[in-house]
């Protein structure tokens, strides 16, 4: 039988005594921006002249990016929900690229006396970048703190949320908004074009576990994961407005790789151009890749995707991303308890939308391997 927690305390999250919020990252000033850049790509030997060109998104909106702020609203968000269900649990936040660093963060937590942690990243899907990256960055910290003498720190990832309903219900009522922020003659034929960030093929293709049912599909576990999601919304949607047929597809952006190596098509921009052509009176995007609107959304959509669209003559309209939505927050507090109630050898209730299905809580030492060379990650098998 599942275990119900109706009045969720200290004992529910058992064996964890805290969370960590573990996200990417972002400047806060034109004088953080290249630093930040040089944080993102060490190893890849890109000159400091490229990161300044790449740089210019940020100095766009004075060298700060959304995201810091952003997650300091869903920080207190979660702190609140956790507070409002009785659950006496302290939520630390830590970035991959910029302060706070995961090793400070790490160590502030080692310093107040937590020893088993959850970590929630703010990556929804399977994938190297998305998740296996992140539990490198965890083994990296962890060593550290060893070295330094703190040895007893245990951290376990909670599963990818993307089908969670606590994320894809806020999606559907965001797309919904957007859809009505459409001229009144245009909605019925407007279509849907959701998007997350590309990236390279041979990384999708071997994103997931290898015994993941999805990661067998064209694209492997990160492409399906979010035509999962985009089935779902484009459903509720058809329901709600009352369109049968409504187009959807799922696009990508931000890329940054080399143009010889190939990744994940069409671009937006490059959808936006053949669906004007195409005869679409308009088009609705909805960012299903990405927790919050920082600079992916904020420039590439926000800034070069309705640019596009302008000089198409083609009305489009946004769609906001979950953020802290009550829903949201209530789902990582749902995980969490999940996780630590499967940690106690009971059997939760998994909640997942679609028929992937809930994934799993352990990920395989070879899941969504380093498309580089091979690394230590932490929270594995």
Excluded at 22 to 35: A, K, M, R
Excluded at 92 to 113: H, I, K, Q, S
Excluded at 307 to 322: C, F, G, I, N, Q
Excluded at 340 to 364: F, I, K, M, N, Q
Aim: glycine share 8%.
């Amino acid at each position: 039988m599942p275990e119900i927690h109706s009045e969720p305390t200290l004992a529910a999250a058992a064996p964890y005594d805290a969370l960590l919020l573990l996200s990417f990252g972002g400047p806060e000033g034109p004088e953080e921006v290249v630093p930040f850049l040089e944080n993102v790509t060490r190893g890849r030997g890109i000159p400091k002249e490229r990161l300044v060109e790449v740089g210019r998104h940020y100095f766009r909106f004075g060298g700060v990016s959304p995201i810091n702020e952003q997650n300091r609203e869903l920080l207190a968000a979660l702190r609140a929900d956790f507070a409002a269900a009785g659950l006496d649990l302290p939520v630390y936040w830590g970035n991959r690229n910029w302060a706070p660093f995961l090793v400070d963060t790490l160590r502030e937590m080692a310093e107040d006396g937590h020893r088993r942690i959850a970590v929630l990243a703010t990556s929804a899907y399977a994938g190297y970048s998305g998740c296996r990256q992140y539990r490198e960055n965890l083994a990296d910290a962890l060593a550290t703190l060893a070295a330094e003498g703190h040895t007893a720190l245990r951290v376990d990832k909670l599963r990818h949320f993307y089908n969670h309903p606590g994320f894809v219900e806020p999606m559907i009522d965001a797309t919904l908004a957007a859809l009505a922020e459409l001229p009144a003659g245009l909605r019925d034929g407007a279509e849907l074009a959701f998007t997350t960030h590309s990236i390279p093929t041979a990384m999708a293709e071997s994103s997931g576990a290898p015994d993941d049912p999805a990661r067998g599909t064209p694209g492997g576990a990160y492409v399906a994961q979010h035509l999962s999601v985009a089935e779902l919304i484009a459903e509720a949607v058809a329901k709600a407005s009352g369109v049968a047929d409504r187009p959807w597809q799922l696009v990508y952006q931000s890329r940054s790789g080399a143009p010889h190596i190939p990744w994940l098509e069409p671009d937006i921009c490059d959808h936006l151009t053949d669906r004007q052509q195409g005869g679409a009176p308009a088009v609705v995007m909805i960012p299903i890749g990405f927790v919050s609107d920082h600079m992916e959304v904020k420039y590439d959509l926000d800034t070069e995707a309705v640019a596009k669209a302008a000089e198409l003559d083609l009305p489009v309209a946004r769609a906001a991303t979950v953020g802290a939505d009550p829903r949201f927050t209530a789902a990582v507090r749902e995980l969490l308890l999940e996780r630590a109630a499967t940690e106690r050898g009971l059997a939760p209730r998994r909640c997942a939308l679609g028929a992937l299905g809930a994934s799993h809580d352990v990920c395989a030492v070879n899941c969504c391997p380093n498309p580089r060379a091979p690394r230590p990650a932490a929270a594995q098998a």
